[in-house]
């Protein structure tokens, strides 16, 4: 079914859209690759574990959105 492989359905595409946007916060800019890593992991390690837990409870009633309503039902 191609509406269930839209990105707006993967959880993922949102949890990493979460960590793009703590990563780059306030216009910062990595001077390193290293640094970089040491910033994703800061962001990592300050998400609250319950943030991936309600992406992944949502997955159902978005797939059934999707189903009834459509691919762009599904859209933040």
């Known amino acids: 079914m191609e509406t269930l492989t839209k990105t707006q359905l993967r959880p993922i595409e949102d949890f990493w859209g979460i960590v793009k946007q703590e990563v780059y916060k306030g216009g910062w800019r990595a001077a390193s690759e290293v640094q970089l ?5 800061r ?3 300050s998400i609250r574990e ?3 837990r ?3 409870e949502r997955v159902p009633e ?7 309503r459509g691919v ?3 859209l933040h």
């Open 54 to 56: 309600t992406m992944m």
């Open 43 to 45: 962001v990592l390690r």
């Open 62 to 68: 978005r797939v059934r959105r999707t189903e009834r």
């Open 37 to 41: 890593k040491n910033r994703i992991q």
């Open 50 to 52: 319950e943030v991936p």
């Open 72 to 74: 762009n039902s599904s």
